[in-house]
C-alpha cells in the first residue's frame, strides 16, 4: 500500500536564518534578532546595514567596465 500525505524532505525542512528586526527595541539586554546586535556580530544579511538605530537596504551600485 502507497503511504498517503507522505512528505517528502525538502529546502523547507531546513532550519532557516532568522531576519532581524526593522527597529531596534533599544532594551538593555539585547534580543538576539536586534539588528545593532547582528551587525556587531557580522550576522546582519548581506545587503543590509543599520542606520538610526532602523534596519534600510543598501543600494548596490553599478561598477563601470574596466576597458
Do not use: W
Not at 527597529?23 to 550576522?43: A, E, H, N, Q, Y
Not at 543590509?48 to 534596519?55: G, H, N, S
Amino acid at each position: 500500500m502507497a503511504k498517503k500525505g507522505g512528505k517528502k524532505k525538502s529546502e523547507s525542512c531546513l532550519p532557516k536564518k532568522k531576519l532581524p528586526k526593522k527597529k531596534c527595541c533599544v532594551s538593555k539586554d539585547k534580543c538576539r534578532r536586534c539588528p545593532l546586535l547582528m551587525l556587531k556580530l557580522g550576522t546582519l544579511p548581506e545587503g543590509y546595514t543599520v542606520k538610526k538605530r532602523k534596519l534600510v537596504k543598501t543600494k548596490k551600485t553599478k561598477l563601470p567596465d574596466a576597458a
